[in-house]
């Protein structure tokens, strides 16, 4: 029999790295300029185009397809989804069809699904369309309500509308950020905006793997946020009573029946209002901000290693969530805006007990923005403990030891 092949879409080069380990022959699609000497030696092959553009992928791999016959399109990259998905459908290969990755992507037509379908995890929203729009939308849901894009990342652009006194800014806001340029425009365009009710409550995230359409909830996160929804930090596993764990999982079971996903990862984002659970957003991929080191340090499950080797064969099915081993946790570190003078105690804080990882993505000369989304974090700490509360405490001690000294000057960004 001849060796399987894996296309994959983007991502980090764990993924290639896993596919490999996992016996798999790996086909690698990448924009060029992220392409790098590490993955040239560890891959079989190499596309190496803007897979974005859908024009110009779809003739390329329906021919490499010809040569390389791969069996499966896997990616845990968030630009990565849709393309996947579209190569699944174009090859005939299964996995997530482009109907579910669209659902997922597209905010406000994940919200008509599930009006019609499953309206108790859902809220009402509408599309932003004219200054008026806000005017309706909140004579028909009263405040507060949120106004984000409809295919937003990263918290960017979402806005909390507490009364009628900020219906001008808010759309004001969202007309300037129309067509800003971020670093994944490209694939993430601000273009289209939604208006929801606003859902109070503690938010949590949901990650499970779907086997044939068997949906396996291996963890609940637990979500630290700014009062701007920036996400602060991340606790696993979440700190939350058996019964609203319960009320979660099902809502969750519940949502991806409700999408149609029949096979992979998922993060589900959650807030458990008044009312029960609530669906806000929804991805076919491991979470981020290193949720998947979160979940492999708890519970021995590898998200990342089941979403690029599932198909391979050689990993098992599992038939329930597995063990609790450890809690972990994440806390981001963070700075006054402005430019980096100074950076103290970063490898110190590497050394401590329980610490797996301590990241700073700023050095002396670099700026500190204001925090409004999570690309405006500076660093982060990864950190274990035998439950949540000492997981937390641990990263929180070791955050505060590493000190990001700022200055503001006459161009910092406000």
């Given at each position: 029999m001849s060796k399987q092949r894996v296309l994959i879409v983007g991502g980090r080069i764990e993924n290639v790295r896993k596919a490999k380990e996992q016996?798999?022959?790996?086909?690698?699609?990448?924009r060029p300029e992220l392409f790098l000497a590490e993955h040239a030696k560890l891959v079989d092959a190499a596309l190496l185009v803007d897979y974005r553009d859908w024009g110009i992928?779809?003739?390329?791999?329906?021919?490499?397809?010809?040569?390389?016959?791969?069996?499966?399109?896997?990616t845990t990259s968030e630009a990565g989804l849709e393309p996947a998905a579209r190569i699944n459908d174009l090859l005939g290969l299964g996995g997530v069809s482009h109907d579910v990755a669209l659902l997922l992507r597209d905010k406000l037509r994940m919200r008509r699904h599930l009006a019609s379908v499953a309206p108790e995890i859902t809220v009402a929203a509408e599309e932003l369309d004219g200054r008026e729009?806000?005017?309706?939308?909140?004579?028909?849901?009263?405040?507060?309500?949120?106004?984000?894009?409809?295919?937003?990342?990263?918290?960017?652009?979402?806005?909390?509308?507490?009364?009628?006194?900020?219906?001008?800014?808010?759309?004001?806001?969202?007309?300037?950020?129309?067509?800003?340029?971020?670093?994944?425009?490209?694939?993430f365009p601000l273009e289209r905006f939604i208006m929801?009710?606003?859902?109070?409550?503690?938010?949590?995230?949901?990650?499970?793997?779907?086997?044939?359409?068997?949906?396996?909830?291996?963890a609940i996160t637990e979500k630290l946020t700014s009062d701007n929804f920036v996400e602060l930090g991340h606790v696993v596993p979440a700190r939350v009573s058996p019964d609203s764990a319960s009320a979660i999982e099902r809502c969750v079971r519940t949502f991806l029946d409700a999408i149609g996903l029949q096979e992979g990862p998922s993060h589900t984002e959650v807030r458990l209002s008044g009312r029960g659970p609530r669906v806000i957003e929804s991805h076919n991929r491991p979470g981020g901000d290193r949720?998947?080191?979160?979940?492999?340090?708890?519970?021995?499950?590898?998200?990342?290693?089941?979403?690029?080797?599932?198909?391979?064969?050689?990993?098992?099915?599992?038939?329930s969530r597995p063990p609790l081993r450890q809690a972990a946790a994440t806390r981001f570190l963070s700075a006054e805006p402005g430019t980096v003078t100074a950076v103290e105690g970063l490898a110190e804080a590497a050394?401590?007990?329980?610490?797996?990882?301590?990241?700073?993505?700023?050095?002396?000369?670099?700026?500190?923005?204001?925090?409004?989304?999570?690309?405006?974090?500076?660093?982060?700490?990864?950190?274990?403990?035998p439950d949540a509360d000492a997981a937390l405490a641990r990263c929180e001690k070791t955050g505060a030891s590493v000190v990001v000294r700022t200055e503001v000057t006459a161009d910092a960004p406000e």
């Open positions: 016996g798999y022959e790996v086909v690698f699609l990448q992928l779809e003739p390329l791999i329906t021919a490499a397809h010809q040569v390389y016959g791969f069996t499966t399109a896997v729009s806000l005017d309706r939308f909140a004579a028909a849901h009263g405040y507060p309500f949120i106004v984000k894009p409809v295919d937003g990342i990263a918290s960017l652009g979402l806005q909390l509308v507490t009364d009628e006194a900020e219906l001008d800014r808010v759309w004001e806001t969202a007309r300037g950020l129309r067509g800003v340029e971020h670093q994944f425009a490209s694939a929801e009710e606003y859902v109070d409550g503690p938010e949590f995230s949901v990650e499970a793997f779907t086997f044939a359409g068997r949906h396996v909830i291996v949720i998947r080191d979160l979940v492999e340090a708890a519970y021995g499950f590898d998200i990342e290693r089941y979403t690029v080797a599932w198909a391979s064969g050689t990993l098992p099915a599992l038939e050394e401590q007990t329980d610490v797996l990882t301590v990241a700073l993505d700023v050095a002396v000369g670099d700026t500190v923005r204001p925090l409004r989304s999570s690309w405006d974090r500076i660093g982060q700490v990864v950190a274990v403990g």
